[in-house]
């Protein structure tokens, strides 16, 4: 009688196994940003994940392990299936509509030592001091707006783990419109001066610096296309040296 529990506990064995790992499979899956829009990885840590009918084209390529894996995620699919509602709203003209999307990966500080990040699709050598920023570039094209230029940017302080945005960049107390408005306005001016564009009152609106990147010498506003500048000019950048402004919260 007992060799024959014995048996059945290890048959039983590799069968309970089995069933966990398949059953952990689908939770896995889930929790990656490039599977769950249905892409697939290229050159390491580079999603490609493309859609393309006869009412939509959309192609996304961007890069992943981010701590914020999941909030990209997230916010990626709200932007295709916004693209999708529309191309496919009664009266919809001017097909096929598009969307693309790139990014661009920075850090900031030394790495200490690697870790596989913060869930479970960091990628290896992941930093765990200083600061990893994804921007993702977002051109839409539809014919209610069409050649649209937009950015999204997801920072993370490895050292305080946490996201950084706009209101926690700087110190308590410091408005970071005061601070960064003349700075940008100054290099927009010398950007465009040529072409005798004026810098527009959205200058002084906290949502034209939602979006940056952060390294060790600067920090890199993008700024949504129409937003301080005539919409023909398209998105702009301006790379503002952190040596001109207040010391960031990092």
Not at 134 to 155: C, G, H, Q, R, W
Not at 215 to 232: E, G, K, M
Not at 235 to 240: A, D
């Amino acid at each position: 009688m007992k060799g024959e529990t014995m048996r059945t506990k290890l048959m039983a064995g590799p069968a309970m196994i089995c069933a966990l790992l398949l059953s952990a499979a689908p939770a896995a899956a889930a929790q990656s940003p490039c599977t769950d829009l249905g892409g697939n990885l290229q050159s390491g840590d580079v999603c490609h994940a493309q859609d393309i009918t006869s009412e939509y084209m959309i192609d996304f390529r961007f890069a992943v392990g981010h701590p914020e894996d999941g909030a990209v995620a997230a916010f990626l699919a709200k932007e295709r299936d916004r693209v999708i509602g529309l191309a496919r709203a009664p009266g919809a003209a001017k097909l096929p509509y598009s969307l693309w999307v790139t990014s661009v990966s920075t850090r900031s500080g030394q790495p200490q030592r690697t870790t596989l990040g913060y869930n479970n699709n960091a990628i290896p050598n992941t930093p765990q001091t200083g600061t990893r920023s994804l921007l993702l570039k977002v051109l839409a094209d539809i014919e209610t707006a069409p050649s649209n230029s937009t950015y999204k940017s997801f920072v993370f302080d490895f050292d305080q783990r946490r996201p950084v945005t706009l209101e926690n960049l700087f110190a308590a107390g410091v408005n970071p419109v005061d601070v960064l408005s003349p700075v940008v306005a100054a290099d927009l001016a010398r950007q465009f001066h040529v072409r005798g564009f004026a810098v527009s009152d959205g200058i002084r609106d906290p949502a034209t610096y939602r979006s940056f990147t952060i390294t060790d010498d600067a920090v890199t506003f993008y700024i949504d296309q129409s937003a301080v500048l005539p919409a023909r000019v398209g998105g702009l950048i301006s790379v503002v040296p952190r040596s001109k402004i207040p010391p960031l919260q990092i």
